[in-house]
């Protein structure tokens, strides 16, 4: 998957709980993208990031949602009191940000269970 | 939001066989790409579209950009069981930074 690192590769959280997820993108990539797929579904974007910058945040959830995207280190996805519904798989893709900005590049996800 | 259709949806065929399949579009897309997915793994990407008309290989797997930029197509020619896995094409939003992905077309390979 071309160098994007996803941490943990499985989550459980009960509901109520905060969930952390994390990614660090292809070294020297400086754009990076979340994505939630449910079982048996496409991708769904949410979030796209550049460093120290949220530049389009409209795919998701206003509430217990947030990313960033430090000068120093991974990007994180952090999403407070999950409930049963937040049970997914949850990408991140990076890109160059360059004339190839829209070739992404993935990680092997997040699977995040809530109980 | 812009809606990427596949089709079909999934396909059964004989090792050696070719494969084709088509993501459609409500409106207009500049750039197509195309993804495979196996079970348990993230999206690779595979080929990448940027102009309309566009014919791009990739080894044995060939892509269109539709004239109409809203279409594009994946043929997997002489198919082997390690190209089991789902199929996405994916495209940008023409405004605003979201990235579409389709709906997605499984393979199955059988040997």
């Known amino acids: 998957n071309a160098g994007v690192m996803q941490n943990p590769r499985h989550l459980v959280r009960r509901r109520g709980q905060e969930a952390r997820l994390r990614c660090s993108p292809v070294?020297?990539?400086?754009?990076v993208y979340w994505y939630r797929q449910l079982p048996e579904e496409g991708l769904k974007f949410m979030v796209y990031?550049?460093?120290?910058?949220?530049?389009?945040e409209s795919g998701m959830p206003k509430e217990r949602f947030s990313a960033e995207f430090p000068k120093e280190g991974p990007s994180i996805l952090r999403i407070q009191q999950v409930v049963r519904g937040d049970s997914a798989a949850y990408f991140c893709?990076?890109?160059?940000?360059?004339?190839?900005?829209?070739?992404?590049?993935f990680g092997p996800g997040t699977r995040l269970t809530v109980t | 939001g812009q809606q990427l259709n596949q089709s079909p949806q999934s396909m059964f065929i004989q090792e050696g066989e070719d494969v084709s399949m088509n993501c459609t579009s409500s409106?207009?897309?500049?750039?197509w790409l195309w993804y495979k997915q196996d079970p348990g793994e993230g999206p690779v990407l595979l080929i990448a579209?940027?102009?309309?008309?566009e014919l791009t290989s990739n080894g044995r797997l060939t892509a269109q950009f539709g004239i109409t930029r809203k279409d594009s197509f994946l043929n997997i020619s002489a198919s082997i069981p390690s190209d089991v896995g789902i199929y996405f094409c994916?495209?940008?939003?023409?405004?605003?930074?979201?990235?579409?992905f389709g709906t997605g077309t499984s393979l199955t390979v059988i040997p």
């Open positions: 994916a495209g940008p939003a023409n405004t605003g930074n979201q990235f579409y």
């Open positions: 579209l940027y102009k309309a008309g």
């Open positions: 893709a990076s890109s160059p940000g360059q004339v190839t900005a829209y070739e992404q590049y």
């Open positions: 409106s207009i897309f500049n750039t």
């Open positions: 990031l550049q460093k120290e910058n949220i530049i389009d």
């Open positions: 070294k020297g990539h400086s754009h």
